[in-house]
């Protein structure tokens, strides 16, 4: 069963970086997709970004297009959320969410573009315990 470990959130100001990294442990990354959440206050859940089924390349919400980008490194067995020149409006609770690509088979699968939330979740194993980011002077 695989479980998820999330670290790098922080307190940055307008403009800056943060990496997250998501820790996989008891399933390796290759049969795993990493897909992220984030959750603002008030707000409900929103896609960041999935992995898509076809061709493994990742798709990016509207809003932090250009900015962040995924990566992973499988001798780690860790996903990577990399933010640049964040805004306010980044603030937010990220979450790492793993999805067996079996679910791909089986149909349950779900990354669209933009990302969506999560639906159900019905497709995803395991979910980081979130990372606070919050971008503020």
């Known amino acids: 069963q695989v479980q998820l470990v999330e670290s790098g959130g922080g307190l940055v100001q307008p403009g800056g970086s943060l990496r997250l990294s998501c820790a996989a442990s008891g399933v390796k990354l290759d049969y795993l997709a990493i897909n992220w959440f984030r959750q603002a206050p008030g707000k409900e859940r929103e896609g960041v970004s999935c992995?898509?089924?076809?061709?493994?390349?990742?798709l990016y919400a509207d809003s932090v297009k250009g900015r962040f980008t995924v990566s992973s490194d499988n001798l780690e067995n860790t996903a990577y959320l990399q933010m640049d020149n964040l805004k306010p409006e980044d603030t937010a609770v990220y979450y790492c969410a793993a999805a067996p690509w079996r679910t791909v088979a089986i149909g349950t699968y779900q990354c669209t573009d933009p990302p969506g939330a999560s639906g159900t979740g019905a497709y995803i194993e395991a979910w980081g315990q979130g990372a606070q980011v919050t971008v503020s002077l």
């Open positions: 992995i898509r089924a076809d061709d493994g390349t990742p």
